[in-house]
């Protein structure tokens, strides 16, 4: 287990541990309005201290991680819920027209920074926290699609898919008795880094205005809030701030870690 | 050479139609009526309907978009359905923030993290290689609009060495325009290089272990030479793929950190416009910034053919 493993593993345990907990508490109500008590310093009573509405700010950063995870969540499952099949199935039949299809529309897909589908998205429906994932979702097809195909062609030519293959095993199956179970060590690592790049994009949409809806605390309004205070409250723009550099250094961490573990090529280059 | 370039050329220009029809399809199937939503809930059904025929809302859908397409063609965005001016302008005075802001940040990122690279290619496995990680691992948990605070919070609250935010124009001189792109573009390119650092510093490492490497070493050359001389320039391809990579996440990114710093780009016009719901201009503009992330990547193909002849054939 290396260094890089352990520190990720902690602070994913703690992303998770905040996002949890805000299920069944939080020091304060975070839409409670307390103008009286607004950008109080650190206290007992407020552990991170309270913003210009006198919210307490440790139980927004506690709801808005479950914010972060929630979006990332879905939007990693959008994206490798449908990436994944799509690309086992472009494999299996390689050359074919669902090949082509896929490739083209990987190519496209990638034209398009998940920014600018959040934004044609939002123009159409509204913003929204389910447009955030949609947009964020449909930037991750393509990368799950193309790891997919590019690791099933690889697979495919392995003597034991021949075998199944002449056990009589359809496409189908092979894919996913045989692929796909040799797949999940590539597609876990790929997913961690996804979501953390999910938790930066979701910060960024809501920065915009374009994810989660007040009153739901969201780190990345969080920080657009605070900016118009930042000179007089720096506070508040440092700790939703941390709590996303934190979030994604441990997922990214993790990701790397995973990654030495689980590819013996790379820990043997290490040993 | 003319044959890759006339393939490329044809994928390219295959790429844009399907982009702009998707783009053209998303957004004409917004629920609710442009002019409607202009002339407000209470206008009268023949204001509504003039301003339909105005706006060219009563043709079919495909004319439109065969419109469009001719329009833009010919420079013409169509009219801005809040300001009622060409979209063509408004474009322009932003793209004239917004690309330099882009550029800018590519350079500064290019800058930085080539010689980090380096630097941690040379000294692999040591101190000095551990720490350059370290801060790169950091630097790419960054957001890039977070950083923008911080740097305002320093330099421009504290230290008062910049301007907070705003944009003075270029016509207050190439300097002032810099100046007030200097705080954005170090924001913007921070966590691009910390990647292209890691990128350049792995692709270094794989090429050193090739033989070219160690017969340029057996020639006399010292580490340090081999590494700039041979390594770098064989090192290129996945260096330039992540350059290209970049231009369309600092394009992106640029909208968002226009909002940190106010600056009139592309950013703020699109996020006038998705409120106001002038969808003329967010169409545009979402075309042109797919258009320069479609044509970065074709310039990137035919830099991987100048850098790596070897490629011409394939």
Redesign the interface.
Same mark, same amino acid.
């Given at each position: 287990m290396s260094r890089g493993l352990v520190t990720g593993g902690a602070l994913c345990a703690l992303f998770l541990g905040a996002a949890l907990l805000s299920l069944v508490w939080t020091p304060h109500d975070v839409a409670a309005i307390d103008i009286a008590a607004k950008l109080r310093g650190p206290s007992a009573a407020h552990w991170l201290g309270t913003d210009h509405f006198g919210r307490d700010l440790f139980s927004m950063i506690l709801v808005g991680a479950r914010v972060s995870l929630a979006v990332a969540l879905v939007a990693v499952g959008i994206g490798a819920g449908i990436g994944v099949p799509l690309g086992l199935l472009a494999a299996a039949r390689r050359g074919g027209v669902v090949d082509e299809l896929v490739t083209r529309a990987n190519d496209l897909v990638f034209a398009f920074p998940s920014l600018l589908i959040a934004i044609l998205i939002t123009a159409v429906f509204g913003p929204s926290a389910i447009n955030a994932i949609v947009a964020i979702g449909i930037f991750n097809i393509p990368v799950f699609a193309r790891l997919t195909r590019g690791a099933a062609l690889a697979l495919w030519q392995r003597d034991f898919v021949l075998a199944a293959r002449v056990a009589g095993k359809g496409e189908v199956r092979i894919s996913v008795e045989h692929i796909l179970p040799n797949l999940a060590d590539l597609l876990i690592v790929q997913a961690t880094i996804q979501f953390s790049l999910a938790i930066l994009a979701e910060a960024a949409l809501s920065y915009v205005g374009l994810g989660a809806q007040p009153p739901t605390p969201s780190w990345g309004r969080m920080l657009a809030e605070s900016q118009t205070m930042i000179a007089i409250a720096p506070r508040l723009a440092l700790v939703p701030g941390l709590a996303i550099v934190l979030a994604v250094l441990g997922l990214n961490l993790l990701g790397d870690g995973l990654r030495d573990l689980l590819d013996p090529r790379v820990r043997r280059a290490r040993a | 050479m003319i044959r890759y370039l006339a393939t490329r050329g044809l994928s390219l220009a295959l =790429?844009l139609l399907?982009?702009s029809l998707?783009?053209f399809l998303? %957004?004409n /199937?917004?629920?609710g009526d442009p002019a409607r939503y202009m002339l407000g809930m209470n206008a009268r059904p023949d204001t509504v309907a003039a301003l339909r025929a105005e706006l060219g809302l009563d043709q079919p859908a495909a004319a439109r978009y065969l419109a469009w397409l001719g329009g833009m063609a010919r420079g013409d965005f169509g009219t801005s359905y809040t300001y009622r001016t060409p979209v063509a302008g408004m474009i322009l005075d932003r793209v004239g923030v917004s690309l330099p802001l882009a550029l800018y940040a590519l350079a500064l990122s290019t800058a930085i993290a080539i010689p980090l690279g380096l630097f941690a290619a040379a000294r692999r496995g040591r101190a000095a290689d551990t720490g350059v990680m370290a801060a790169t691992?950091?630097g &790419? $948990?960054?957001?890039n609009?977070?950083l923008a605070?911080?740097l /305002?919070?320093v330099f421009a609250?504290r230290l008062r060495w910049f301007a907070a935010g705003g944009f003075p124009g270029w016509g207050a001189g190439i300097l002032a325009g810099m100046k007030a792109l200097t705080l954005p573009a170090i924001a913007l390119a921070a966590p691009q290089a910390a990647i292209l650092a890691r990128v350049a510093r792995a692709a270094l490492i794989e090429t050193l272990g090739e033989d070219f490497i160690r017969t340029a070493r057996a020639k006399g050359l010292t580490g340090g030479q081999a590494l700039t001389r041979h390594a770098l320039r064989n090192a290129m391809i996945p260096v330039l793929t992540i350059i290209g990579l970049q231009f =369309?996440?600092l %394009?992106?990114?640029a &909208? +968002?950190i226009e909002?940190?710093f106010f600056l009139p780009g592309l950013?703020r016009l699109?996020?006038q $416009? +998705?409120s106001q719901?002038d %969808?003329v201009v *967010?169409q545009s503009v /979402?075309m042109l %910034? *797919?258009c320069a *992330? &479609?044509l970065v990547?074709f310039l990137v193909d035919i830099a991987y053919v100048l850098v790596d002849p070897r490629l011409r054939r394939t």
């Amino acid at each position: 287990m290396s260094r890089g493993l352990v520190t990720g593993g902690a602070l994913c345990a703690l992303f998770l541990g905040a996002a949890l907990l805000s299920l069944v508490w939080t020091p304060h109500d975070v839409a409670a309005i307390d103008i009286a008590a607004k950008l109080r310093g650190p206290s007992a009573a407020h552990w991170l201290g309270t913003d210009h509405f006198g919210r307490d700010l440790f139980s927004m950063i506690l709801v808005g991680a479950r914010v972060s995870l929630a979006v990332a969540l879905v939007a990693v499952g959008i994206g490798a819920g449908i990436g994944v099949p799509l690309g086992l199935l472009a494999a299996a039949r390689r050359g074919g027209v669902v090949d082509e299809l896929v490739t083209r529309a990987n190519d496209l897909v990638f034209a398009f920074p998940s920014l600018l589908i959040a934004i044609l998205i939002t123009a159409v429906f509204g913003p929204s926290a389910i447009n955030a994932i949609v947009a964020i979702g449909i930037f991750n097809i393509p990368v799950f699609a193309r790891l997919t195909r590019g690791a099933a062609l690889a697979l495919w030519q392995r003597d034991f898919v021949l075998a199944a293959r002449v056990a009589g095993k359809g496409e189908v199956r092979i894919s996913v008795e045989h692929i796909l179970p040799n797949l999940a060590d590539l597609l876990i690592v790929q997913a961690t880094i996804q979501f953390s790049l999910a938790i930066l994009a979701e910060a960024a949409l809501s920065y915009v205005g374009l994810g989660a809806q007040p009153p739901t605390p969201s780190w990345g309004r969080m920080l657009a809030e605070s900016q118009t205070m930042i000179a007089i409250a720096p506070r508040l723009a440092l700790v939703p701030g941390l709590a996303i550099v934190l979030a994604v250094l441990g997922l990214n961490l993790l990701g790397d870690g995973l990654r030495d573990l689980l590819d013996p090529r790379v820990r043997r280059a290490r040993a | 050479m003319i044959r890759y370039l006339a393939t490329r050329g044809l994928s390219l220009a295959l =790429s844009l139609l399907v982009a702009s029809l998707v783009i053209f399809l998303v %957004l004409n /199937v917004v629920p609710g009526d442009p002019a409607r939503y202009m002339l407000g809930m209470n206008a009268r059904p023949d204001t509504v309907a003039a301003l339909r025929a105005e706006l060219g809302l009563d043709q079919p859908a495909a004319a439109r978009y065969l419109a469009w397409l001719g329009g833009m063609a010919r420079g013409d965005f169509g009219t801005s359905y809040t300001y009622r001016t060409p979209v063509a302008g408004m474009i322009l005075d932003r793209v004239g923030v917004s690309l330099p802001l882009a550029l800018y940040a590519l350079a500064l990122s290019t800058a930085i993290a080539i010689p980090l690279g380096l630097f941690a290619a040379a000294r692999r496995g040591r101190a000095a290689d551990t720490g350059v990680m370290a801060a790169t691992q950091l630097g &790419i $948990a960054v957001p890039n609009f977070w950083l923008a605070m911080l740097l /305002v919070l320093v330099f421009a609250v504290r230290l008062r060495w910049f301007a907070a935010g705003g944009f003075p124009g270029w016509g207050a001189g190439i300097l002032a325009g810099m100046k007030a792109l200097t705080l954005p573009a170090i924001a913007l390119a921070a966590p691009q290089a910390a990647i292209l650092a890691r990128v350049a510093r792995a692709a270094l490492i794989e090429t050193l272990g090739e033989d070219f490497i160690r017969t340029a070493r057996a020639k006399g050359l010292t580490g340090g030479q081999a590494l700039t001389r041979h390594a770098l320039r064989n090192a290129m391809i996945p260096v330039l793929t992540i350059i290209g990579l970049q231009f =369309s996440f600092l %394009l992106a990114g640029a &909208i +968002i950190i226009e909002n940190v710093f106010f600056l009139p780009g592309l950013g703020r016009l699109v996020f006038q $416009a +998705i409120s106001q719901r002038d %969808l003329v201009v *967010v169409q545009s503009v /979402v075309m042109l %910034l *797919v258009c320069a *992330v &479609i044509l970065v990547t074709f310039l990137v193909d035919i830099a991987y053919v100048l850098v790596d002849p070897r490629l011409r054939r394939t």
